[in-house]
Nanobody, 124 residues
């Protein structure tokens, strides 16, 4: 299975931007659909968005549409999450995940490789 390592989290103010990266190793990155999830404090992990293997199609949860953008660079084995116009409710631990079946799913159980997570805190 592919190993995933996220980076780029931090403390920002509402309205700021942040870009998360997730670097993969140990597998053929271009064969994996990639997703981003987050876990707000005291809540369950939730789907943020996902991207196809080629990067030509993305899928987002409604609360981040028009603010977040997922992209990938298969030559660098990396997927990105560009977050703009951040809000306090975007606070949480952000995880990237990989699966070989589909990008069109919001279920964490459909993903079988996970990173360790990176903390994003948005202050008001």
């Amino acid at each position: 299975q592919v190993q995933l390592v996220e980076s780029g989290g931090g403390l920002v103010q509402a309205g700021d931007s942040l870009r998360l990266s997730c670097e993969a190793s140990g597998g053929t990155f271009s064969s994996y659909y990639m997703g981003w999830f987050r876990q707000p404090p005291g809540k369950e992990r939730e789907f943020v968005g996902s991207i196809t293997r080629s990067g030509d199609t993305t899928y987002y949860t409604d609360s981040v549409k028009d603010r977040f953008t997922i992209s990938r660079d298969n030559a660098k084995n990396t997927v990105y999450l560009q977050m703009n116009s951040l809000k306090p409710e975007d606070t949480g631990v952000y995880y990237c995940a990989a699966n070989r079946r589909t990008y069109y799913t919001v279920r964490a159980t459909d993903y079988n490789s996970w990173g360790q997570g990176t903390q994003v805190t948005v202050s008001s």
